[in-house]
């Protein structure tokens, strides 16, 4: 990457497409309009905005207007959880204590409000979710239910079924909101399949720009808007739309789209070949270990002694980016992801890749790791 780091952080944000960047270029020069106004360069922006709608949903096989455009996953999950509170009139979140802190923090925000009840679905050590557990919970709350879970793990890659989900959702009469942040722009989506009520994206997580995202909302749910204001994006999102990111994850998208087969393949080879090197030197895996996992992300835990404790800092020292936990979850130490999985007391590295980091990478890190562990192992 441009600074001369190996980059194996892909889950916290991803380096720009270069296609991307020029796809928004005009729009951070020459083609300024505003959307809303109705003079030529603003139609010229509607126009814009409007065919990248048209390009997601075509992508995902949903209609454009169930695509809200936001800034990213953050605000996504909190539009999806606070307006389906208020305006579906549910009177239960059930989530699982393994979701990202936009919708574990929401959701205990509108409890703590007096808005929601709130139950935690059990998962087992791999942090997976026990969908019978899902099933009882539905069965014996009182009220209609938001379900908040996520397809896939951003810190140990745990995934969910979406359409088995949704089946037991609509069995009890339950809204389905699932984020889906770490897996639109790695995987293909067919929104008109079984597909949750509300999805939850971010434009960065797939070589798009920092700061947009969208909210699918699927038809006829009557959900009300945070903001209050112009009334864009349907009266739901008030706000001058940020075109040239909205341009740019449209483009990112259709990118991801169109290479998702050799990308996945590459990746996937990646994660082995470091996975192999990883346990051959003594760490674990946290999260599920199997093909069903998110591709991208390899959660590995090195038992916490004189050679592992420093060993985050010493990996950044030498050069090589990746998270100890969340990067999302700024300022706190520990993750609540470890903990719920009963990893915590543990060195755990996350390693995430994207499409290009190289083998040469692998083997550069393995090296170093191996120095870093086995070495000190032997001196000490
Ligand atoms: N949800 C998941 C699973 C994430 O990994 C992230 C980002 O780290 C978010 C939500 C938040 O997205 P954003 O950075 O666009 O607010």
Do not use: W
């Amino acid at each position: 990457m441009g600074l001369n780091y190996v980059y194996f952080d892909n889950a916290a944000t991803t380096p720009v497409d270069p296609q991307v960047v020029e796809a928004m270029l005009p729009y951070l020069t020459d083609q300024y309009g505003n959307p809303t106004a109705s003079n030529g360069p603003g139609r010229m922006a509607r126009l814009t905005v409007e065919t990248a709608r048209k390009k997601i949903a075509s992508i995902l096989n949903c209609k454009p207007q169930s695509i809200i455009f936001t800034s990213g996953g953050t605000e996504s999950a909190n539009m999806a959880l606070r307006s389906a509170v208020a305006g579906v009139r549910l009177s239960n979140v059930i989530t699982a204590r393994t979701e990202h802190a936009c919708v574990l923090q929401t959701a205990r925000n509108l409890h703590f409000r007096g808005q929601a009840s709130l139950n935690y679905v059990q998962l087992n050590r791999e942090g997976e979710v026990q969908l019978t557990d899902l099933d009882h919970l539905l069965e014996n709350t009182h009220g209609r239910s938001l379900v908040a879970l996520m397809h896939a793990n951003n810190e140990i890659g745990a995934m969910l079924d979406l359409s088995l989900t949704q089946e037991i959702c609509r069995r009890h009469k339950a809204i389905f909101f699932s984020d889906t942040v770490q897996t639109v722009g790695h995987y293909p989506f067919d929104l008109s399949q079984n597909a949750p009520d509300m999805i939850s994206v971010s434009a960065h997580k797939f070589h798009g720009p920092k700061g947009v995202g969208f909210l699918y909302i699927g038809q006829g749910l009557p959900v009300q808007s945070l903001l209050t204001g112009g009334g864009q994006e349907s009266g739901l999102r008030s706000g001058t739309e940020n075109v040239a990111s909205i341009v740019g994850m449209a483009k990112a998208l259709e990118i991801a789209s169109e290479r998702y087969v050799s990308d996945t393949m590459h990746i996937r080879l990646l994660k082995h070949a470091l996975k192999e090197k990883l346990l051959s030197i003594g760490a674990m895996i946290n999260g599920p270990d199997n093909e069903a996992s998110l591709y991208t992300v390899l959660n590995a835990r090195f038992p916490k002694n004189e050679a592992t404790e420093n060993l985050l800092l010493e990996l950044d020292m030498a050069g090589v980016a990746i998270s100890g936990g969340s990067a999302c979850s700024a300022g706190k130490s520990g993750s609540h992801v470890m903990e719920a999985i009963g990893a915590a007391d543990c060195i755990n590295i996350r390693f995430s890749f994207s499409r290009y980091n190289t083998l040469e990478e692998v083997n550069k890190v393995t090296a170093i790791l191996e120095e870093l562990i086995v070495k000190e192992t032997i001196t000490t």
